[in-house]
């Protein structure tokens, strides 16, 4: 599935894919000596010997720094640099009381500059680094105001910073949002300074900033109605963004741009996990298709669907094409507002056909899914939630094999790959909890998947040949019944991936829309997420068939990957961890760290073994004694999974006193 359109190009006829192909001499599995350039998700790492991305870079001018100062309201400000930038702000920000700070006790300060410390600190609306060694004084400004004022404004005028950012489309009938912000870049960059990180709410009457400086591991909690604001009747105004963003000299080395929040969504009696996305610096006419599957919505209720154009620059054409097939209808949308929504009321299908939520649009940033349910027993509601991933409204014709796809797959195959597999935890009914898959909106969609099935101990137990003769998820205890093997009783994981040699679908052009549900058994609250597929720790390349990040990553791999820990409210949090592969010989046990990392960054860890295809949940108020002291009054911490030994998969699972539940997938940077 899709979680960035960030792609950067591999460098040609040197990237890690030839190379390693050599290096297990695969090369004879390809067909041709020649290959159209791939482009990866992640990009080929400078380490590996690729370019880094421009993209990552942004630049600040005095007047961009004089825009927001006078947009947030300035009016008293430090100006830390030398005589030449103190005189520069002076010229052009003549509206705004200045004060001169500077550490220079030669020069500066003898002409008449304060001394940067605590106590001038007091009093100002912002601070405004410039001048020579920029990126030292920037870096001592941050460390200095993390330490006595960490929501103080730092901004800089520069050129070619590193940035990264991401954003979160929330409409308002959404009751509330906690999203937790993490300065993960010292764990995944080695970034060792504080960081200031900028929260905007973007929304139809204008943008509400706020700023927090973070140091290494370090954390914050916010909450969307406290940061927006609500009116009388305790609601937003609208829809709205909710966009982080930080920038310093260095962040990501050019690696990438993207950074994420988690985020527990709140409607009703019920509640969701997601992760914020990141798209910046497309083109405002690209097309946008997306579709889900009207079952996300079991019987009644709505989906709402996000629009974004939250930086208001709008292409030509300004026309939401909602539905799909020839019935198409239109819905304007205004150059004004930076999220539109459309709504879909989910209706009774006269039929067993497959019937879609399905809108097309120009633009870019991402939309976001929710699903609204209402009618339960016993519950006001359920909500699931999501990002969409681009897909093709109408169904494509043009993915069946070609001779030279198929091949490769048969040969794969013949090797004993599952090619593109999910893995999901069989519970029995354990914590009143049950998994399952929906591949409903996948273009071309398709009924036929291959399943194997294990034991707690990773021993595989059978195969079969599922065919789904209905629309919507399936719970995978339901599948393992209709396979009904000896060991039936002893599955505790199944891979499951498309059958594609008998439904004929190329995978290396399938576009599949995997999403993995939770379901609380006693409720009903359920949630979406969507899968991240188990195409790991495969031990060789499969020819035109790559992990998705990078070909070298699917060889050998490792883990670090990071999601939220919620005690608030009496919240549980679970994780489901697995060690699993497309290579079905593999058998790599893996030495596994759970760690909640609190708001401080300090953390605390449960250890445990999983073995090739193994898969556990994890409940970490059971293993982790203390954990909400731990975690502290904000009651919302880092949850990180870390393993030198293979890439896993792990979901994050939420579940509240009143039987609602929440799944998301965990991430890396």
């Known amino acids: 599935m899709k979680t960035s359109d960030l792609q950067i190009a591999e460098s040609g006829g040197n990237g890690a894919g030839s190379a390693l192909r050599a290096l297990f001499n695969l090369d004879w599995l390809?067909?041709?000596?020649?290959?159209?350039?791939?482009?990866?998700?992640?990009?080929?790492?400078?380490?590996?010997g690729g370019q880094p991305d421009s993209k990552t870079k942004v630049s600040q001018s005095a007047a961009d720094v004089l825009k927001l100062l006078r947009a947030d309201g300035a009016r008293r400000i430090g100006v830390f640099g030398d005589r030449g930038f103190a005189d520069l702000m002076a010229a052009q920000a003549g509206d705004m009381s200045q004060v001169w700070l500077s550490t220079d006790f030669v020069s500066d300060i003898p002409a008449g500059a304060r001394r940067f410390s605590k106590d001038a600190l007091g009093g100002l609306d912002a601070i405004v680094v410039g001048g020579g060694d920029i990126a030292t004084r920037f870096r001592f400004a941050v460390r200095e105001v993390g330490t006595h004022a960490p929501e103080l404004p730092v901004h800089w005028v520069a050129d070619n910073w590193e940035f990264c950012g991401g954003t979160a489309a929330v409409p308002v009938e959404i009751d509330d949002v906690d999203a937790l912000v993490f300065n993960h870049f010292e764990e995944f960059f080695g970034i060792k300074d504080d960081l200031q990180f900028r929260f905007e709410v973007i929304a139809e009457s204008g943008i509400k900033r706020h700023y927090r400086i973070l140091g290494p591991n370090q954390s914050v909690a916010l909450n969307l109605n406290t940061l927006a604001g609500v009116g009388p009747d305790g609601r937003r105004e609208g829809p709205v963004c909710l966009k982080i963003?930080?920038?310093?000299?260095?962040?990501?080395?050019?690696?990438?741009?993207?950074?994420?929040?988690?985020?527990?969504?709140?409607?009703?009696?019920?509640?969701?996990?997601?992760?914020?996305?990141?798209?910046?610096f497309k083109n405002p006419n690209r097309l946008q298709e997306f579709r889900l599957i009207d079952s996300v919505v079991r019987e009644k209720g709505h989906v709402l669907i996000t629009v974004p154009n939250y930086d208001l620059d709008m292409g030509t054409n300004d026309v939401v094409w909602v539905g799909s097939g020839a019935n198409k209808a239109q819905q304007r949308r205004s150059r004004k507002r930076p999220v539109e929504v459309v709504d879909f009321e989910r209706k009774p299908a006269p039929d067993n056909a497959r019937h879609y939520f399905a809108a097309a649009y120009h633009g870019y940033?991402?939309?976001?899914?929710?699903?609204?349910?209402?009618?339960?027993?016993?519950?006001?509601?359920?909500i699931a939630a999501n990002h969409l991933c681009r897909v093709g409204v109408d169904d494509r014709g043009d993915i069946a094999f070609k001779p030279e796809e198929r091949a490769i797959v048969e040969k794969a195959i013949e090797a004993g790959f599952l090619i593109n597999p999910v893995t999901l935890p069989v519970r029995w009914g354990k914590d009143d909890l049950s998994f399952g898959f929906n591949f409903d909106a996948s273009n071309p969609p398709f009924e036929d998947y291959l399943v194997r099935f294990y034991d707690a101990s990773g021993k595989a137990l059978?195969?079969?040949?599922?065919?789904?003769?209905?629309?919507?998820?399936?719970?995978?205890?339901?599948?393992?019944?209709?396979w009904n093997g000896p060991d039936a009783a002893k599955v505790a994981a199944a891979l499951v991936a498309p059958d594609h040699l008998k439904i004929g679908l190329a995978p290396q052009r399938l576009v599949t829309t995997a999403d993995m549900l939770v379901r609380h058994l006693k409720t009903g609250d359920q949630d979406y997420t969507e899968f991240q597929n188990s195409w790991r720790n495969l031990g060789a390349v499969v020819p035109t068939l790559p992990h998705w990040l990078h070909p070298s990553i699917g060889?050998?791999?490792?883990?670090?990957?990071?999601?939220?820990?919620?005690?608030?409210?009496?919240?549980?949090?679970?994780?489901?961890?697995?060690?699993?592969?497309?290579?079905?010989?593999?058998?790599?046990?893996?030495?596994?760290?759970?760690?909640?990392i609190n708001n401080a960054g300090r953390r605390l860890s449960h250890f445990l073994t999983l073995p090739a295809f193994g898969a556990r949940v994890v409940w970490l108020d059971d293993e982790l004694p203390g954990l909400a002291q731990h975690v502290g009054p904000s009651g919302i911490a880092t949850l990180q999974v870390k393993s030198a030994d293979a890439d896993l998969n792990a979901h994050v699972i939420g579940v509240s006193p009143q039987g609602a539940v929440g799944l998301q997938h965990l991430w890396g940077y």
């Not at 350039?37 to 992640?42: E, H, L, P, V, W």
């Not at 059978?462 to 209709?482: N, P």
Request: hydrophobic share 30%; with cysteine; charged share 25%.
């Open 30 to 48: 390809s067909g041709s000596k020649t290959s159209k350039k791939s482009k990866f998700k992640a990009g080929t790492h400078p380490s590996a």
């Open 245 to 280: 963003y930080v920038a310093h000299p260095f962040l990501t080395r050019g690696r990438h741009y993207r950074f994420r929040i988690c985020g527990d969504v709140f409607w009703k009696d019920s509640f969701t996990i997601i992760h914020g996305s990141h798209q910046f």
């Open 555 to 596: 060889v050998i791999g490792r883990t670090n990957i990071i999601g939220r820990v919620r005690t608030k409210d009496g919240y549980r949090t679970g994780v489901y961890v697995t060690n699993a592969s497309g290579n079905l010989a593999y058998d790599m046990p893996a030495e596994v760290e759970i760690s909640a």
């Open 462 to 482: 059978g195969d079969y040949a599922y065919h789904k003769d209905f629309t919507g998820a399936v719970l995978i205890e339901d599948v393992v019944r209709r």
């Open 365 to 382: 940033g991402t939309s976001f899914w929710y699903a609204l349910e209402e009618g339960l027993p016993g519950r006001q509601g359920s």
